[in-house]
Structure formats: C-alpha cells, structure tokens
C-alpha cells in the first residue's frame, strides 16, 4: 500500500512533547501540485475535523509491538501499543481531531491539532456528530489521568 501525504503541517509546536494542545494554533497546506481549492469546498461548513498523518520524526527503530507503561509511568499498567495512542506504534500514524477556525485557499486553520509543523498529513475528514461512539465510552483510570492535561 502506497500512501501519499495530502499535505503538510504548517506552524504550531514545533517539537513533539505531550500537553496542553489546546492553545496550538497551526495550518493544513494542502499540496497545490495535487489539489485546488475545490477539494475543500464545503469543508467550512464543519466545526471539527479529523485528521490523519504520519509520526514522520519516530525512527523505525524506536517502533514498539509489544506492551510498554504508558509514556514510560512505571504506576500505569504495562499495555500493548493498540491500547494506547503512543507515536511509536507500527505504522507511526496518528489521528487527532480538532477545531476548524477556517479555510482559505489551500489552507485549513485548526486549533488543538496534536501534530507538529513539517507533519506529513495523510487524510482530513470533517467529523460529524453521528461517527462518534454510540453507548456509553469507557475507559481505564490510567487513560484518564494521562489525558488529564493533553488539551
């Protein structure tokens, strides 16, 4: 399978530590040798979004398949990298969603998007309501207190 970027993280954070994501303000810059503003037409309209891309700075090396204590807190249970959302899965992709403040030209403004300037992005989809779980969510204490201070 060949996956190639849509486009690019522009601003924001520019190293990758856990935390207060909400105050991040960056630009997706869709890729204007593949795109024209009509890919995004619409997308205005949503209030959020999803976006998929690439952990592109994690060394292949440093990939984990097996369990590990999330982010390294020996008081957090040993869990397998698919019960956490750590960037050193496999693949070294991650999803995020996030506030859409705008949309101009090629460029989509976000706010809370927990990836960092120069991200490869792989897919943006406007989140609707009826996507999101259905029932009651649940969740360990230790996930919990992890996202405690993520946004």
């Given at each position: 399978m060949i996956v190639e970027p849509i486009g690019t993280v522009v601003g924001g954070r520019s190293e990758p530590y856990d935390d207060d994501?909400?105050?991040e303000r960056a630009?997706?810059?869709l890729d204007a040798d593949?795109?024209?503003?009509e890919a995004l037409a619409g997308?205005?309209?949503f209030s959020h979004l999803e976006v998929v891309f690439a952990f592109h700075l994690v060394d292949e090396a440093k990939v984990q398949t097996g369990a590990r204590h999330p982010r390294?807190?020996?008081?957090w249970p040993l869990v397998g990298i698919f019960a956490q959302r750590g960037k050193n899965r496999p693949n070294r992709l991650g999803v995020s969603r996030c506030r859409l403040l705008a949309?101009?030209?090629l460029d989509v403004r976000v706010s809370g998007l927990d990836a960092i300037d120069g991200t490869p992005v792989l897919d943006v989809k406007p989140?609707?309501?009826e996507f999101g779980p259905?029932?009651?969510?649940r969740q360990p204490a230790w996930a919990t207190e992890l996202m405690r201070d993520y946004y």
């Open positions: 994501w909400t105050v630009t997706i810059r593949r795109f024209g503003a997308l205005a309209e390294g807190n020996p008081d949309v101009d030209g989140y609707m309501a259905l029932g009651e969510v």
